[in-house]
C-alpha cells in the first residue's frame, strides 16, 4: 500500500495505536501529522516530538480533540503547511472507569466529549478541509458492541461513534470521501495496563485467537479501509479483536 503525498492527520498520537498509525503510515509514504495534548510534566510534546522525529520529522499540532475550536485552527495550520489533509484518524481516546452507582456525572462527560465530541469537531472541520476522496476511520471499540461492566461512559461515546461513522459516511459520500470504524477488542497499550492482571487472563482466555491484540492489528485494518482501492467500503464497522466479539 502506498501513501506516497497523502497527508494523514491522526488524533492522539503521541504513542499507543496513534503512535503505531503515524509509524505505519510514514512508513509508506504518508506525510504524517502527530497531535497531542499539553501536560504539566511536557511529557505528551516530549512523547509526540519523538514519534515525529522517529518518523523523519512529522509536523507535530498541541490540540485537545475536545475544543471545537482549536481543533479548527490545528487543521488549518495543517492545511497551510502541508497544504491539506487526505487522511483523517480519529484515534484520541480515554478511559473513565466507574459502575454507575460510583460514576461521577463529570467523568461521565470528559469520555464522551473526547471519544465522541472530539471525532463530531474533527469531522465538521473536515467537511470544508478535507481534499476529496479522502479517507476517514473512527477508532470505536468492542465496547460499543458489548458494554462492559463500569463503561457506561466509554461504551456509550464509541457506540455513539458508531452512529456518527455512519451519518458521516452518508454525508462524505459527495465528496468522494469514506467513513469507516475500526473496533479494536483488547490491544496491549498503556489504556489497559490499568486492568489487574487475573482480568486481563480471563478476557484471554475468550479470545478465540488466544492472545491480546498488538498495535500492528489495529494499524492494518486502518491503511485497509485508508487504502486507494477501498473506495466503495463506507459506513462499516471492521472489527479486530480475535474473535472475542463475531
Ligand atoms: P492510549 O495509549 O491511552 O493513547 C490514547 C491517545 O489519546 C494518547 O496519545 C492521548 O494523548 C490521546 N488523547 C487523550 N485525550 C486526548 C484529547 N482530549 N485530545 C487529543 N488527544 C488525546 O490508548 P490506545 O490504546 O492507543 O487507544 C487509542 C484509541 O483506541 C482510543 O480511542 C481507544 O479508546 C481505542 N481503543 C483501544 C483499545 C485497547 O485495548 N488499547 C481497545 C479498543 C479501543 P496524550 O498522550 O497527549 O494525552
Redo the contacts with the bound molecule.
Keep these: 500500500m502506498d501513501f506516497t503525498g497523502k497527508v494523514v492527520f491522526v488524533?492522539?498520537?503521541?504513542?499507543?495505536?496513534?503512535?503505531?498509525l503515524v509509524r505505519a503510515f510514514a512508513a509508506r509514504g504518508g506525510i504524517c501529522v502527530v497531535?497531542?495534548?499539553d501536560?504539566a510534566a511536557g511529557?505528551?510534546h516530549r512523547?509526540?516530538e519523538a514519534v515525529a522525529s522517529e518518523v523523519g520529522g512529522a509536523m507535530t499540532v498541541e490540540?485537545?480533540?475536545?475544543d471545537h475550536a482549536r481543533v479548527g485552527e490545528a487543521m488549518r495550520a495543517i492545511v497551510e503547511q502541508l497544504g491539506g489533509i487526505d487522511i483523517l484518524v480519529n484515534?484520541?481516546?480515554?478511559?473513565r472507569d466507574r459502575s454507575l452507582k460510583r460514576m461521577a456525572p463529570a467523568d461521565f462527560e470528559d469520555v464522551v466529549r473526547?471519544?465522541l465530541g472530539?471525532a463530531f469537531n474533527t469531522l465538521q472541520h473536515a467537511t470544508t478541509l478535507l481534499r476529496p476522496g479522502g479517507r476517514i476511520i473512527n477508532?470505536?471499540?468492542?465496547?460499543a458492541f458489548t458494554g462492559f461492566f463500569g463503561q457506561a461512559n466509554?461504551a456509550a461515546s464509541?457506540a455513539g461513534l458508531v452512529a456518527l461513522t455512519k451519518v458521516a459516511a452518508r454525508e462524505f459520500a459527495r465528496q468522494g470521501t469514506t467513513v469507516n470504524c475500526v473496533?479494536?477488542?483488547?490491544?496491549?497499550?498503556?489504556?489497559?495496563k490499568d486492568m489487574p492482571a487475573d482480568v486481563t487472563e480471563k478476557f484471554v482466555e475468550q479470545i478465540p485467537c488466544g492472545r491480546l491484540?498488538q498495535?500492528d492489528d489495529?494499524t492494518n485494518a486502518v491503511l485497509f479501509l485508508a487504502f486507494r482501492e477501498s473506495g466503495y467500503i463506507t459506513g462499516h464497522v471492521l472489527h479486530v479483536n480475535g474473535g472475542f466479539y463475531m
Excluded: H, Q, W
Design positions: 488524533t492522539g498520537s503521541s504513542r499507543g495505536i496513534g503512535a503505531g497531535n497531542y495534548v501536560d511529557r505528551n512523547d509526540a490540540c485537545d480533540v475536545a484515534n484520541a481516546g480515554i478511559l473526547v471519544n472530539g477508532i470505536a471499540s468492542v465496547a466509554y464509541k473496533a479494536p477488542g483488547f490491544i496491549d497499550t498503556e489504556i489497559i491484540g498495535v489495529v
